[in-house]
């Protein structure tokens, strides 16, 4: 056989090669309820039994943190603190310390906007039921909002509460943070394309094989549209919108993302996306951006590197951070 002929045939069993490992590699995805939203799983491997275990680990981080930090769960270690704290140091769990100083630091940050005790008059709405804080209520609770009032000792590991009444509430900011652990999980067992997501807060590791990964940012008022899609990959993202949790009354919306200051709805904005390298900073800053509007909103998020925001506001009009519209030029 001449030389050429041996090197036509070598691109023949390259590609055959190439289809052997193809036929093992492929995209796994599994959704579940968790932490009271969907949760899903989707990654890149070339075991799929390994996949599926490490998927099955990550939705038991979701299941162990929930036990943790869900607020309406008597059992919780956040429902001890709530129920304690007011008397005195508690000493609490590393994962619990470490969440609540996140979030004291966005409560500096975005001046208040964001503040964990929103739920001393947060814990008074129901919204599947229709319920709401009378004004009464709605003053006393909003009384006792103030993350000044809460004393983390980062050292000695305890949390107290300051002021009489004051409850806290990580609904802002926990899905990040189980987000982040996910991918902590995925990323120990090797993989290296995926992406995590627990409702609104998602993060995407490396991309979708050659290209970016194609994530729509819904419209706040026509279910089952998009009003942006972005090319993105490695990277966190968060979106809060008026439209997840919310009930009409007299024509007003009254939703889940309160305004520290009132104990009532935050009105200004309609969407807050946010991309961050973290999904614990995107979940608390599309929260704080949200109350914060367009104005202070972009201001705030124009002075932190590697942070950027899309933001639908009252009338459906789109804005966006310096940093998108300088990439998009
Ligand atoms: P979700 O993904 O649950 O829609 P968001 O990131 O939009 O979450 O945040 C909304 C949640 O944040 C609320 O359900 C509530 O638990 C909590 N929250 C509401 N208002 C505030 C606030 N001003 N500061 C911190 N957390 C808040
Ligand atoms: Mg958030």
Same mark, same amino acid.
């Given at each position: 056989?001449?030389?050429?002929?041996?090197?036509?045939?070598?691109?023949?069993?390259?590609?055959?090669?190439?289809?052997?490992?193809?036929?093992?590699?492929?995209?796994?995805?599994?959704?579940?309820?968790?932490?009271?939203?969907?949760?899903?799983?989707?990654?890149?491997?070339?075991?799929?039994?390994? /996949?599926?275990?490490?998927?099955?680990?990550?939705?038991?981080?979701?299941?162990?943190?929930?036990?943790?930090?869900?607020?309406?769960?008597?059992?919780?270690?956040?429902?001890? *603190?709530?129920?304690?704290?007011?008397?005195?140091?508690?000493?609490?769990?590393?994962?619990?310390?470490?969440?609540?100083?996140?979030?004291?630091?966005?409560?500096?940050?975005?001046?208040?906007?964001?503040?964990?005790?929103?739920?001393?008059?947060?814990?008074?709405?129901?919204?599947?039921?229709?319920?709401?804080?009378?004004?009464?209520? &709605?003053?006393?609770?909003?009384?006792? %909002?103030?993350?000044?009032? *809460?004393?983390?000792?980062? =050292?000695?590991?305890?949390?107290?509460?300051?002021?009489?009444?004051?409850? #806290?509430?990580?609904?802002?900011?926990? =899905?990040?943070?189980?987000?982040?652990?996910?991918?902590?999980?995925?990323?120990?067992?090797?993989?290296?394309?995926?992406?995590?997501?627990?409702?609104?807060?998602?993060?995407?590791?490396?991309?979708?094989?050659?290209? @970016?990964?194609? #994530?729509?940012?819904?419209? @706040?008022?026509?279910?089952?549209?998009?009003?942006?899609?972005?090319?993105?990959?490695?990277?966190?993202?968060?979106?809060?919108?008026?439209?997840?949790?919310?009930?009409?009354?007299?024509?007003?919306?009254?939703?889940?993302?309160?305004?520290? =200051?009132?104990?009532?709805?935050? &009105?200004?904005?309609? +969407?807050?996306?946010?991309?961050?390298?973290?999904? %614990?900073? +995107?979940?608390?800053?599309?929260?704080?951006?949200?109350?914060? /509007?367009? &104005?202070?909103?972009?201001?705030?998020?124009?002075?932190?590197?590697?942070?950027?925001?899309?933001?639908?506001?009252?009338?459906?009009?789109?804005?966006?951070?310096?940093?998108?519209?300088? +990439?998009?030029?």
């Amino acid at each position: 056989m001449s030389s050429t002929g041996r090197l036509r045939l070598a691109p023949l069993v390259l590609l055959a090669l190439l289809c052997a490992h193809a036929a093992h590699a492929q995209w796994l995805r599994e959704e579940r309820e968790a932490m009271g939203t969907l949760i899903a799983v989707e990654l890149w491997t070339e075991d799929a039994a390994a /996949g599926k275990a490490a998927i099955q680990n990550v939705f038991a981080e979701f299941d162990r943190l929930d036990a943790m930090m869900n607020p309406w769960n008597p059992a919780s270690e956040l429902s001890r *603190i709530n129920r304690e704290a007011a008397r005195g140091p508690v000493a609490t769990t590393a994962e619990i310390v470490e969440v609540v100083a996140r979030a004291a630091h966005y409560s500096q940050l975005s001046g208040g906007a964001f503040d964990i005790s929103f739920a001393s008059v947060g814990r008074h709405y129901d919204y599947r039921a229709g319920d709401r804080p009378g004004a009464e209520q &709605r003053a006393a609770g909003q009384a006792s %909002i103030n993350y000044r009032a *809460i004393a983390l000792d980062e =050292k000695a590991g305890t949390i107290a509460f300051e002021l009489p009444g004051l409850q #806290v509430d990580l609904g802002g900011i926990a =899905k990040g943070y189980a987000v982040d652990r996910g991918i902590d999980i995925l990323m120990a067992a090797g993989i290296e394309a995926a992406v995590v997501s627990a409702g609104g807060d998602s993060r995407i590791l490396g991309d979708r094989g050659d290209r @970016p990964r194609t #994530v729509g940012i819904r419209h @706040p008022r026509k279910d089952g549209e998009f009003a942006v899609l972005i090319p993105l990959s490695d990277t966190a993202i968060s979106t809060s919108g008026d439209y997840e949790r919310f009930f009409i009354e007299d024509g007003v919306r009254y939703h889940h993302i309160l305004d520290p =200051k009132t104990g009532d709805s935050a &009105r200004a904005v309609q +969407s807050v996306s946010i991309l961050a390298p973290h999904a %614990i900073d +995107s979940d608390a800053l599309s929260t704080a951006v949200f109350v914060l /509007g367009v &104005r202070d909103g972009l201001a705030l998020v124009n002075r932190l590197p590697g942070i950027d925001a899309i933001i639908i506001d009252g009338a459906g009009k789109l804005h966006y951070s310096q940093e998108l519209l300088r +990439s998009a030029e």
